[in-house]
């Protein structure tokens, strides 16, 4: 889903010296065309902008923000809440083994995202099962044979039964004996007819008892959507979605919307054909892609600069030892501004340690911004215990960030560092009073 209307109205915008309130009049006539040519629901399209304009002319920027670059924030704020909200996905599985079943109409890209999904999580690690219980479509089992073989990740079939409940038990069974982490079922689909779906779904949930029912949307399907999704959300509860072929429609807009507003959580997108085509639905980064975020990248993060601050509390913890890479993230955004671990060990006299983090001053904001785009590459096991990362890892944060492995390395060397340091605090009790009196953050 590529709207450029978009990213050029917000870059005229951005540029743009004249009066603030026409340009915020003409930004949002551009962002409404925009929005409606993508199949979002009139509706929705109105009530944001109503909001982006509101919030506009009457809100007060933070301070060191200019109201252009505020305004941009907002677009920002809002329509990732059009697409769900700030909600991050919840894709690593609670317990294991854990047994996930695709369902949706036919053509909507449904075995293929098996194969996407199955090699997802097996780069997460886990070992995973494919189970070909599509008996509706001729050639699904040998169409899911080969995505298994490329993602590297054995498939259970049974060439010639026509009896899609039998294999989906006989496969999960299978694949639980032989001390799996995750089972993806491949069910059948049905062209526009979703109460046979439902009712197939059904059946297959009640013997096999999957742990999670995933509804497979084409995005080219737009704002029917909606009703699409509704079926299966009220269908079962535990269910989440996966939104396919997002590089090929302009109805992406359409389908993701239409999906948000059921309350069914948004899990993947599909991107391309590929099996490394698949990514985790996080509006934000979405709503970033949209509008050209490479271009106003650092306008955006100098507003979330101006928000986020390194607590007391955060300090506390670090020094009780709960250190990890959400908190090496606050403290590297307080370096930007002279943060305060750094003020506090400087007005300590005589502490004699060298803080991991201090850099040479020409060189500050390109290394903090690499390990910024580091720490936001990260899966959130990995924000909270860095100490799993190893080669693969470091090189899948690498490609993501952008950036070398030998960077990605670099900064878990100053997280060890840091840790060091925390426990040399630790150890000095009579440091941590003089800290909590001494400093306000």
Do not use: C
Request: proline content about 5%; charged content about 30%.
């Amino acid at each position: 889903m590529v709207l450029e209307g978009i990213r050029k109205a917000l870059a005229g915008f951005i540029k743009g010296r004249g009066d603030y309130e026409k340009a915020v009049k003409q930004f949002i006539k551009e962002l409404q065309k925009e929005l409606i040519k993508s199949d979002v629901n009139v509706k929705l399209v109105l009530e944001l902008t109503k909001n982006i304009r509101e919030r506009a002319l009457k809100e007060e920027p933070p301070p060191g923000i200019t109201r252009r670059e505020w305004f941009v924030h907002i677009v920002y704020e809002e329509l990732s809440k059009l697409f769900g909200g700030e909600k991050k996905p919840q894709i690593k599985p609670h317990k294991k083994p854990w047994i996930i079943m695709l369902v949706g109409l036919q053509g909507s890209g449904k075995t293929t995202t098996a194969g996407k999904l199955a090699y997802y999580y097996k780069l997460e690690g886990y070992r995973v099962g494919l189970v070909a219980a599509d008996t509706f479509r001729p050639a699904a089992y040998e169409q899911l044979s080969q995505l298994g073989k490329l993602a590297g990740v054995p498939v259970y079939g049974e060439p010639g039964n026509k009896d899609a409940i039998k294999i989906a038990v006989n496969g999960a069974k299978y694949f639980l004996e032989k001390g799996f982490d995750i089972i993806i079922i491949d069910t059948a689909g049905r062209h526009h007819r979703e109460d046979d779906l439902i009712r197939e779904m059904r059946e297959i949930a009640d013997r096999v008892k999957p742990d999670e029912v995933i509804l497979v949307i084409d995005a080219a399907i737009g704002q029917q959507a909606y009703s699409i999704a509704k079926k299966f959300h009220e269908a079962t509860p535990i269910g989440s979605i996966i939104v396919t072929k997002l590089d090929g429609t302009a109805k992406g807009g359409g389908a993701l919307t239409a999906v948000a507003v059921t309350g069914a959580p948004i899990k993947f997108i599909g991107t391309g054909e590929k099996l490394d085509e698949l990514e985790p639905f996080y509006p934000p980064r979405f709503v970033g892609r949209i509008l050209g975020i490479g271009d106003i990248e650092g306008l955006i993060e100098k507003v979330r600069r101006a928000k986020i601050e390194f607590t007391e509390k955060d300090l506390e913890e670090m020094l009780s030892g709960k250190i990890n890479m959400r908190l090496v993230y606050k403290q590297l955004i307080s370096l930007r501004k002279m943060g305060p671990l750094r003020k506090i060990l400087q007005m300590i006299p005589g502490l004699g340690i060298k803080i991991p983090l201090e850099i040479e001053a020409g060189k500050a904001e390109e290394r903090i911004k690499k390990w910024l785009a580091i720490i936001n590459s990260m899966t959130y096991e990995e924000l909270d215990k860095p100490e799993i990362i190893d080669r693969r890892r470091i090189r899948r944060i690498a490609i993501g960030a952008g950036v070398r492995p030998e960077d990605v390395k670099e900064l878990l060397r100053q997280y060890e560092a840091m840790k060091k340091l925390m426990r040399q605090l630790r150890k000095r009790k009579d440091l941590l009073e003089k800290m909590k009196l001494g400093v306000r953050i």
